[in-house]
């Protein structure tokens, strides 16, 4: 018993003498194998690969090569990785020169000393410190053309709205409400003008005679009659609700009665009449009512007008915002793309040391994954493009394949204050739907009062003043005797008319004031609509940018930590298990790092989205371009006129947008 507990401790202290020896063997080649990796002092600082983030330039068409055949031969060389023979190439194709990426918040440089590099510490009330927003890396790359054999075509939000105003399809469709209704206008105007009206007849006439007073002759059996007559005249309505009218009526007559003398015979008569309304349809505000009804429209047409292009610029804006972030997108997804590439080479160059094939297999698998990516970013960059020539409609934009769409302005990333108080006043006073709802409230009131006169019975006045001349067979020479020989005759009365029981003009009075009752509640409904519009803007505003600030101080954290799993990854490489962990490790950091800057260009693009919306919901953009709205209107005229004038030939005068 005793010696096989002698014998058992014998083998115990030999096992452990045995992995102390194995772990001081593995430990001093590990130390032999960093030695000649590293090299140098100076040579490590002067000849080691720079990442993608450490360098000031990187050439766009990137995508690392999985051929062994075309792996760097030497190592701690920048070595130019070519596409890969079995990847899908890109349709962007890098631009003629080399375009920044890196970012604005440059990593700094690698200590050399063999101690880790411990990630940044991030406190815990660093939401209540001032940040300092400087341009993303990624601004550079979406304001740089990508497309060599197409024509750049460079947009700044001021741009893109004029040219939308002048060219869209759609702003045009809104235009022409406007001056629909406005012709009206005219119309219910030209009730008052002007009426010129003639009737002439000729009768021959051969009847029977039934009485010898007919004709006075014996033995004459039939009465003939050749008569003509002629009338014509001016007539108008008057603004008080009077009718005027001015004829004359000529005639010549010549039977076969010798009662009547002279015969032939030439008639005259000059009649100037007047009825004038007492009760219904009296009074000048009663008259011209459709003439107000019919600008209060065009009014509202206005407004209508005002809210559809604000609705329509917003969605220019945001296919604006939308290039700007699929662009930008593609840049980030071709640096996440880039660090998994670096990774891979590293890894490659590393086989002879620690790195395993199910590391570079594990490696090749992400930078396919990215590669994907890449591709549905510049889908998603040309579907932007293609939204905003269906927005827009300018020729100028032609087509994906010869221009090339790039926004100039970036995102704002600076807090712009903005007043509750303010805010409401002003929408309160300047929003089209306001104004639509306090006219369409005037219009009520007018039908109503309108309703009220026609609820009252008809009394006219009815005036008539004539000169009649008779001369043989001339009428003309009637005309002169009227006014030589004869005097002026006048006729007075009154015409009265009331339906039993008046229901209809009763019942319209009360539809009419129903309606004004629903267009009151609509008017305080819109104000509420209004005022939750506002207050929500406004807090989609605040809270966006406490979003980007946030999501900046995540990307920031994300950059901290990817940099330190990096410094690891390459200074301290460890047995087959730990080395698998540290390259998972590296590469889920750089997908965070990918999403978190993603989502702080999303929070870039929603906060100044927000500021659009914000303008919209207190019609500061309407304020901005109204000057434009009104120019649009006057080229929608001229091209009216133009096209009345010269129908072959269609004209557009481009107003100054100011």
């Avoid at 075309?70 to 349709?91: D, K, M, T």
């Avoid at 009206?184 to 000729?202: K, N, P, Q």
């Avoid at 349809?281 to 009663?286: K, L």
């Avoid at 303008?615 to 929608?636: E, H, M, Q, V």
Wanted: aromatic content about 6%; glycine content about 4%; charged content about 20%.
């Amino acid at each position: 018993m005793c010696s096989r507990l002698v014998n058992d401790a014998a083998r115990a202290r030999s096992s452990s003498r045995a992995k102390l020896i194995c772990w001081s063997g593995a430990l001093t080649a590990a130390c032999l194998a960093y030695s000649a990796w590293a090299g140098p002092q100076d040579e490590r600082s002067s000849n080691r690969t720079p990442r993608l983030d450490q360098r000031s330039t990187v050439q766009l068409g990137f995508i690392a090569n999985d051929d062994p055949a075309n792996a760097p031969q030497s190592f701690g060389q920048p070595v130019p990785q070519p596409i890969a023979p079995n990847a899908v190439p890109f349709e962007f194709a890098a631009p003629p020169t080399s375009v920044p990426v890196a970012p604005s918040f440059p990593a700094s440089s690698v200590s050399t000393s063999p101690e880790l590099a411990r990630p940044t510490h991030v406190a815990e009330d660093d939401d209540a410190k001032p940040q300092d927003l400087s341009g993303p890396w990624w601004g550079v790359f979406v304001t740089a053309p990508l497309r060599e054999n197409a024509q750049p075509v460079t947009l700044s939000i001021e741009e893109i709205l004029v040219r939308a105003i002048h060219h869209s399809s759609q702003v045009k469709v809104f235009s022409d409400l406007p001056l629909i209704r406005e012709t009206s206008i005219v119309e219910a105007d030209a009730a008052f003008d002007w009426t010129a009206f003639l009737d002439s007849r000729w009768q021959d006439l051969n009847d029977p005679v039934g009485s010898t007073l007919t004709i006075g002759t014996p033995g004459v059996s039939r009465y003939k009659n050749e008569q003509y007559t002629g009338q014509g005249g001016v007539r108008k309505r008057t603004r008080e609700g009077g009718t005027l009218q001015l004829s004359e009526q000529l005639g010549w007559q010549q039977t076969n009665s010798t009662y009547f003398v002279p015969n032939p015979q030439g008639t005259s008569r000059l009649v100037l009449g007047y009825t004038h309304p007492l009760m219904r349809g009296a009074g000048q505000i009663y008259n011209e009512s459709l003439i107000c009804l019919a600008e209060l429209d065009t009014k509202i047409a206005s407004d209508e007008f005002s809210r559809q292009l604000q609705s329509h610029l917003l969605e220019v804006l945001r296919a604006y915002w939308g290039l700007y972030l699929e662009r930008a997108n593609l840049a980030q997804k071709l640096q996440s793309l880039k660090r998994a590439a670096d990774t891979l080479a590293l890894l490659k160059q590393r086989q002879q040391l620690d790195a395993v094939p199910v590391q570079i297999l594990r490696a090749k698998a992400e930078v396919a994954s990215r590669r994907s990516q890449v591709i549905r970013a510049q889908m998603g960059v040309k579907n932007a493009e293609d939204r905003i020539r269906a927005l827009v409609n300018d020729p100028a934009f032609g087509d994906y394949d010869t221009v090339e769409l790039i926004p100039t302005e970036a995102p704002t990333i600076t807090e712009i204050p903005l007043s509750m108080p303010m805010a409401l006043t002003t929408a309160a006073t300047t929003r089209p739907e306001v104004n639509q709802a306090l006219r369409q409230i005037q219009a009520g009131c007018t039908r109503l009062n309108m309703s009220k006169n026609e609820v009252l019975p008809m009394l006219n006045l009815v005036t008539e003043a004539y000169v009649a001349g008779l001369q043989e067979n001339s009428p003309f020479s009637a005309f002169n005797n009227g006014f030589t020989t004869g005097a002026p005759g006048y006729t007075v009365g009154v015409q009265f008319e009331m339906p039993l029981g008046n229901r209809a003009p009763q019942a319209r009075r009360e539809r009419r004031e129903l309606e004004l009752r629903q267009l009151r509640n609509q008017y305080q409904t819109t104000l509420n609509t209004l005022q939750l519009e506002v207050k929500v803007s406004v807090r989609e505003v605040e809270t966006a940018l406490a979003e980007m600030l946030s999501q900046h101080r995540a990307m920031e954290a994300s950059t901290a930590e990817l940099k330190h799993l990096e410094q690891r990854f390459e200074r301290l490489p460890g047995e087959d298990g730990n080395a698998s962990l540290m390259l998972d490790n590296l590469l889920l950091a750089q997908n965070r790092l990918a999403t978190n800057e993603f989502n702080f260009l999303t929070a870039e693009v929603t906060y100044n989205l927000a500021l659009h919306c914000s303008s919209i919901s207190t019609a500061s953009l309407s304020s901005t371009n109204a000057t434009a709205s009104s120019s649009r209107r006057r080229t929608s005229r001229n091209r009216l006129r133009n096209a009345r004038s010269h129908p072959n030939r269609w004209t557009i005068n481009l107003p100054a947008h100011r």
